[in-house]
């Protein structure tokens, strides 16, 4: 069953929305060479504690920390480590959640580490991210879940191949259902695979996590032996993107970001929704 929200409870998932938007900024600015992961941590739980707002990765299924720091060949939920110290180049996607009253809000970014960077990587993750927008401007009234994992897969596929010859779709995760917990169904893939069919239709009160991950190699992953830390099976690095979004009777309303979408999606044409905190 896929949970429909209120109004009301989809301004409450605004409001943890903007605490995860505020953690993507503190994070961002302390992601540099030199500090460790668990400064990044440490950066994350201020902020939540400053906004009287719960971590909903804290404790989730038994994972140690506040947000998951994900370097380089890492896919997605790398703990948070003194012993993780970040160097120039690198690059890093950091994926957090927070809870205001019960309701979730669940968003992911990469970041580059200092300066340097191949033109690839940089590429990898302005194709990972702009996937994301073309899949958050799918979730319209008229569509079905299906369109969301075609948008995102589309754009992809349309890019220039990267020197190492494509792009890996991650094939083991993708997005989900969000609302009064942080994962729900709908599962949303990043690619289409047809023996899965249209899936459900999009409805106001409607709440996902959409979230591509892109290699510069394989789809492929594995993970180590912490039961965690995912991994590319041929070690190329990683971007990992998110955003969560609500659809309402107004139009959709991407709810950790900090603008709502607003501009992001007008360069699809779409009116995002009023913001209820507004």
């Known amino acids: 069953m896929v949970e429909i929200k209120t109004p009301e409870q989809i301004a409450k998932m605004r409001a943890a929305g903007l605490v995860v938007a505020a953690i993507h900024e503190a994070t961002r600015a302390a992601?540099?060479?030199?500090?460790?992961?668990?400064?990044?941590d440490d950066v994350?739980?201020?902020?939540?504690?400053?906004?009287?707002?719960?971590?909903?990765?804290?404790?989730?299924?038994?994972?140690?920390a506040t947000i998951c720091t994900s370097r380089n060949e890492v896919v997605v939920h790398g703990i948070p480590s003194e012993d993780v110290v970040l160097e120039d180049g690198d690059i890093i996607s950091i994926d957090c959640g927070a809870i205001i009253e019960g309701?979730?809000?669940?968003?992911a970014y990469t970041a580059f580490v200092g300066s340097g960077h191949a033109p690839e990587l940089v590429e990898l993750s302005r194709v990972t991210e702009e996937s994301m927008w073309a899949g958050l401007a799918a979730m319209k009234q008229g569509n079905r879940l299906v369109d969301i994992s075609k948008a995102v897969e589309s754009y992809i596929r349309r890019q220039p191949r990267p020197a190492t010859g494509k792009y890996g779709i991650i094939e083991?995760?993708?997005?989900h259902g969000i609302g009064s917990q942080m994962h729900m169904d709908p599962h949303v893939l990043n690619y289409v695979e047809r023996r899965r069919g249209r899936g459900p239709k999009l409805?106001?009160?409607?709440?996902?996590?959409?979230?591509?991950?892109?290699?510069?190699?394989?789809?492929?992953?594995?993970?180590?032996?912490?039961?965690?830390?995912?991994?590319?099976?041929?070690?190329?690095w990683s971007s990992h993107w998110e955003h969560s979004i609500a659809l309402t009777e107004q139009g959709p309303l991407v709810l950790t970001a900090r603008d709502g979408g607003k501009a992001k999606l007008a360069e699809y044409g779409i009116t995002t929704a009023p913001d209820p905190l507004a």
């Open 31 to 40: 992601a540099v060479p030199g500090a460790t992961t668990k400064d990044l």
């Open 44 to 64: 994350a739980r201020k902020v939540l504690a400053e906004h009287g707002a719960k971590s909903n990765f804290l404790g989730y299924g038994g994972f140690p």
């Open 103 to 107: 309701w979730h809000g669940d968003a």
């Open 172 to 175: 083991d995760y993708g997005g």
């Open 203 to 236: 409805v106001p009160g409607m709440c996902l996590a959409i979230e591509p991950m892109v290699s510069l190699g394989t789809p492929r992953t594995n993970v180590l032996e912490d039961d965690w830390t995912v991994v590319t099976t041929d070690g190329t």
